[in-house]
């Protein structure tokens, strides 16, 4: 038997200009990237919030991977792919054509990439069957394809807020249909289309050296990064869970057979705190829980629970209802459990197991993560990681724009206005902190001796969001 781990990441707003967070080139940020995906000793990782912008650091990031792995350039050195996440607008189907896609403002302008380390001894990559993403594969093949196609949705039903749909039975000819997704803020409930909204995607792998059918082999992970507003949120994460790939693949290594499959991961950020019952979050979720006949997915465990202890909260924040926070507790600064991981194991192929302790679960805990002793901080090649970020301030700091130094916390800023005979501060070289100088030793030293520093350092220079990760035990690999 042998473990495969699977990382899901929103790394915000990845390729926008950040320069004195994220480094004007965005070395810092991709070399800590890599630094989180090797400490999980990830085989998989999925990227969220690509913007086209950070296509170009892509290649980063498969660089610093294969550097802390050891590995040359080539086959046996990390891969990746990418794809726009939207259709653009008033495309026909079908859609079969990397140029019909984009980085939507309706979609948020952003797209996906899957990284992934070859493994002859647990998985293959498979191509996808279309050419839709950018072919960044080995030898220019397709590895990651959007969602176009699923459980055909019956016609919204606003008296119950949600859609219903075939009831799926893996035995019987099924028909797949087109599957649309809402756009942030629909003009009514429950409209989705074609175009501009933001899609799921798709990636497939095949195990080797297992025992059982063609069935049992095929492993497809999807990956949706839900809208952000109350109505499409839900409808986008419910449709979601219809997508053909979590029931039906075709299997590229076997002439595009289409193949029933007993094993998938759904994972990505759902927008849904699964902390809160009271936002309907059971219901949008449940589609992936409830069987088959039900007009759900048949999965069997939500890895990110409603009432999850703090650690296993997937979003940073540096403020609470009570204003700032500054404990030095590292799961003060977590808050709502909106990036989860979903999975099934029919025929018992793939079983969970735990990660190491210092997840915390399924969340890699990157704030305590990047304190004094922390994983991510704990000698001296991890601590240079951090110091990258100290050499990108002081040199955007050095651009002459930051002429004035907020008194309250000493960080410079751009301007200063006199409003009712006091001064007030804007245009933070780094913005949210409470002491600068504090800040800038932390990261002259390569490590944070407080959390709220810590927390400072991954909602600006990194993320608000923290990865999820999904590891499994293979049986009879």
């Not at 086959?75 to 607008?89: L, T």
């Not at 006199?418 to 949210?432: E, K, Q, T």
Request: charged fraction near 15%.
């Amino acid at each position: 038997m042998a473990n495969l781990t699977v990382m899901y990441w929103n790394v915000e707003v990845f390729g926008d200009t950040r320069n004195a967070a994220r480094g004007p080139y965005y070395v810092p940020v991709c070399n800590f990237v890599a630094n989180v995906i090797h400490e999980a000793d990830a085989d998989i990782f999925f990227l969220m919030e690509l913007r086209s912008g950070g296509v170009a650091y892509l290649d980063y990031i498969r660089k610093a991977l294969n550097s802390l792995d050891g590995l040359a350039k080539g086959v046996n050195g990390w891969q990746y792919d990418y794809i726009p996440g939207a259709v653009i607008a008033n495309q026909a189907r079908p859609i079969n054509n990397f140029n019909q896609l984009g980085y939507t403002q309706q979609g948020h302008s952003e797209g996906y990439a899957v990284f992934w380390r070859p493994n002859a001894n647990k998985f293959t990559m498979l191509i996808t069957p279309d050419n839709l993403s950018a072919g960044k594969g080995p030898g220019g093949t397709h590895n990651i394809s959007l969602v176009l196609n699923g459980r055909p949705p019956n016609p919204f039903n606003g008296n119950y807020g949600w859609y219903t749909s075939p009831v799926f039975n893996p035995a019987n000819a099924y028909a797949f249909g087109n599957l649309d997704f809402p756009v942030p803020k629909p003009i009514h409930g429950g409209d989705y289309r074609l175009d501009l909204c933001r899609r799921p995607a798709y990636a497939v792998v095949r195990l080797v050296n297992t025992q059982g059918t063609n069935v049992d082999k095929l492993l497809p992970m999807i990956v949706f990064h839900a809208p952000n507003s109350p109505a499409s949120t839900r409808y986008g994460v419910q449709l979601c869970g219809y997508t053909r790939e979590l029931y039906r693949v075709l299997d590229t290594t076997n002439v595009n057979t289409p193949t029933n499959i007993n094993q998938a991961i759904v994972g990505g950020d759902f927008n849904i705190n699964s902390n809160d019952q009271q936002n309907l979050a059971f219901d949008a979720y449940t589609v992936f829980t409830v069987n088959f006949a039900g007009s759900g997915a048949n999965c069997n465990n939500i890895w990110v629970p409603y009432n999850a202890p703090p650690g296993n909260r997937t979003a940073v924040r540096l403020e609470d209802r009570n204003g700032v926070i500054n404990t030095n507790t590292p799961t003060d600064y977590y808050w709502l459990g909106i990036d989860n991981l979903f999975y099934r194991n029919a025929n018992g192929n793939i079983n969970p197991v735990n990660p190491p302790a210092n997840y915390n679960g399924p969340v890699f805990n990157l704030v305590a993560a990047v304190m004094q002793n922390g994983v991510l901080a704990d000698n001296a090649r991890k601590q240079t990681t951090l110091r990258l970020f100290k050499n990108s301030i002081n040199y955007e700091k050095q651009s002459g724009n930051y002429q004035y130094t907020n008194p309250a916390n000493g960080t410079p800023c751009t301007t200063r206005n006199l409003v009712n005979g006091n001064y007030v501060y804007s245009g933070a070289l780094i913005p949210y902190l409470l002491n600068y100088g504090n800040f800038m030793t932390d990261l002259t030293n390569g490590y944070f001796t407080h959390a709220r520093r810590a927390a400072e350092f991954i909602v600006n220079c990194i993320s608000d969001h923290l990865p999820v990760v999904t590891r499994f035990q293979i049986n009879n690999l």
